[in-house]
Structure formats: C-alpha cells, structure tokens
C-alpha cells in the first residue's frame, strides 16, 4: 500500500492506495483523509453491466445489518428483472464483501446502503460529507472526483478514482485530527447520455426509537 504525504499540518490529505481490501483500514491512520482499492473487475463484468439498461439497474435506499446486504442486493437485482448469472453474482457478492469490510473498519453495527442510478449531475460542487466516513464505488460510469484544496478554494488538481474500485473517505464528523482536507464530487455528465451505477455505504451506529 502507498500513502501519499500529507501536504498540510491543517488538514489531513494523505490518500492511501491498495490492491488490497482489508487495506482500506489505512482510512484510520494519521493524515489519511481517504483510502482507495484499486483492482481489476472479472473479465466480461465491465461489457455486462454497461449494457444493462437503466430500467434494470439495481437501486434503493436501505438500512441494514451488514450481514443482510447480500440477500437485499439480490432481491433488488431479482426484481429489475437481472438475469441470475455468474456476473450478477459476482456483483451482490462484492457488495456485501465492501458492506462487511467498511462496518468492520467503522465497527458499525448498521449501515445505510445506497445504490443510485445517476444521469445527473449529482452533487456536483466539491465537498465533505457531514457524517463520520463513507465508502463509494462506481460500478458503471465515471468514477468519484477528488482532490485537495488550499484555504477553502476548490482543488486545483482533480483525480478520478478508476470505475469499480472502492473509496473509503473521512467526513467531518471524523473525530480525529487534523481534520480531513480531501473533497470529492460527482462527476459532471448531465447530457452525456451516460449512466452510472454507484453504491454508497454509511455507518450508522443506533437506531432510532421514533
């Protein structure tokens, strides 16, 4: 795993990258404001998923116990209609890999699990998310943009994390400093034509009673 320096004793701005997953955890060492799995996709996954129309893309907004993601990413594929194949499997299987992985590094007894169909220009503008951590990967389309900014400017230098590897960023709920000084956005592709497939996993750490 290689860690970039961070560049600022105000703020943290190291990114940690691995081709490994249990690495991600580097998310929780000084300075690193995010941590990012770089791997290679089965062969043929990237061709099958693209195809797919956007009708029969998988997306909900769930809470759940990392250990039943795996059964509601298959029930959501079942009913857009996905055939049941070794690419589909592959598919709900790595998501409840990235599920149990990210609630064992946030040592999170629930997670909010997203998985958006985006056409969109959401979330354009730079920012930091208002929550502890959260860990994004696009399995269709243009991967999260991110960079480092400099007495709150916008980064100058923009990096897109590759389609289908995992990123796990500090929010500012983080407790630890010094604070995390990456921001990410979604890619800009309104009228592109293009689509993206992006899951996105929040920590939640109780429920509430109401």
């Keep these: 795993m290689s860690l970039a320096p961070a560049r600022?004793?105000?703020a943290a701005v190291g990114v940690g990258v691995t081709d490994r997953v249990e690495?991600?955890?580097a998310i929780q060492e000084p300075g690193c404001a995010a941590a990012i799995w770089r791997r290679q996709l089965p062969d043929g996954?990237?061709?099958?998923?693209d195809d797919l129309s956007a009708a029969s893309l998988p997306a909900a907004r769930l809470v759940l116990r990392p250990e039943e993601v795996g059964a509601a990413v298959q029930h959501l594929c079942a009913r857009t209609g996905i055939a049941d194949d070794a690419k589909c499997?592959?598919?709900?299987a790595d998501v409840s890999t990235l599920a149990?992985?990210?609630a064992d590094i946030m040592q999170a007894p629930y997670l909010q699990?997203?998985?958006?169909?985006?056409?969109t220009n959401a979330c354009r503008r730079f920012h930091i998310d208002a929550i502890k951590a959260r860990l994004i990967c696009t399995y269709?389309?243009?991967g999260t943009q991110y960079g480092t900014f400099?007495?709150?400017?916008e980064p100058e230098l923009v990096f897109t994390v590759p389609t289908g590897s995992p990123m796990i960023m500090r929010g500012t709920q983080w407790p630890e400093t010094p604070k995390s000084g990456v921001l990410h956005r979604s890619p800009p592709i309104e009228g592109t034509g293009e689509t993206r497939l992006v899951l996105v996993l929040d920590p939640i750490f109780e429920l509430g009673t109401d």
């Design 8 to 10: 600022a004793r105000e």
């Design 23 to 25: 690495n991600l955890s």
């Design 45 to 49: 996954f990237q061709t099958w998923i």
């Design 89 to 92: 499997a592959w598919l709900v």
């Design 100 to 102: 149990a992985c990210f």
């Design 113 to 119: 699990v997203r998985l958006d169909v985006i056409e």
């Design 140 to 142: 269709r389309g243009t």
């Design 150 to 153: 400099v007495d709150g400017a």
